[in-house]
């Protein structure tokens, strides 16, 4: 199944919110309730302030596709950044700089259906993270 998908490059403050607005777009067409919209354009937020704050830029990808069998918006940050030295360290509540929301990857995870990272000191950052689409939509 080829998925289309929405590319932003994620450089400048800016462009965190052109990525909020795409992601709050597609949950629109997709059906999804207001409540999950602002749930999915937070946690763009949170990781693409990462990308601007840690790795300097990247971008974020914005796509749906089958995950575990079902229709999901899918989220992908990607950047070539220092990457994250410890993964278990960053996804534990309380681990901030104080630069995003306050809710980082922890808030992240919460607002989406899954969060996955793929990331090693050097090599850059991936994170995966996606929402179901609601059934009859």
């Given at each position: 199944?080829?998925?289309?998908?929405?590319?932003?490059?994620?450089?400048?403050?800016?462009?965190?919110?052109?990525?909020?607005?795409?992601?709050?777009?597609?949950?629109?067409?997709?059906?999804?309730?207001?409540?999950?919209?602002?749930?999915?354009?937070?946690?763009?937020?949170?990781?693409?302030?990462n990308?601007?704050?840690?790795?300097?830029?990247?971008?974020?990808?914005?796509?749906?596709?089958?995950?575990?069998?079902?229709?999901?918006l899918?989220?992908?940050?990607?950047?070539?950044?220092?990457?994250?030295?410890?993964?278990?360290?960053?996804?534990?509540?309380?681990?901030?700089?104080?630069?995003?929301?306050?809710?980082?990857?922890?808030?992240?995870?919460?607002?989406m259906?899954?969060?996955?990272?793929?990331?090693?000191?050097?090599?850059?950052?991936?994170?995966?993270?996606?929402?179901?689409v609601?059934?009859?939509?």
């Amino acid at each position: 199944m080829a998925a289309e998908q929405v590319v932003i490059a994620v450089k400048v403050s800016e462009d965190i919110v052109t990525a909020r607005q795409a992601g709050h777009e597609l949950g629109a067409q997709l059906g999804f309730t207001l409540t999950d919209r602002t749930m999915i354009s937070t946690a763009i937020s949170e990781i693409a302030r990462n990308i601007t704050s840690y790795a300097g830029s990247g971008e974020i990808r914005l796509l749906v596709d089958l995950r575990e069998g079902r229709r999901a918006l899918i989220v992908q940050a990607e950047d070539q950044g220092p990457g994250i030295r410890d993964i278990p360290r960053a996804l534990g509540d309380g681990y901030s700089t104080g630069r995003g929301l306050g809710l980082g990857l922890p808030g992240a995870r919460r607002l989406m259906d899954r969060l996955t990272i793929d990331s090693a000191p050097g090599r850059g950052t991936l994170i995966e993270m996606w929402k179901w689409v609601p059934d009859g939509a």
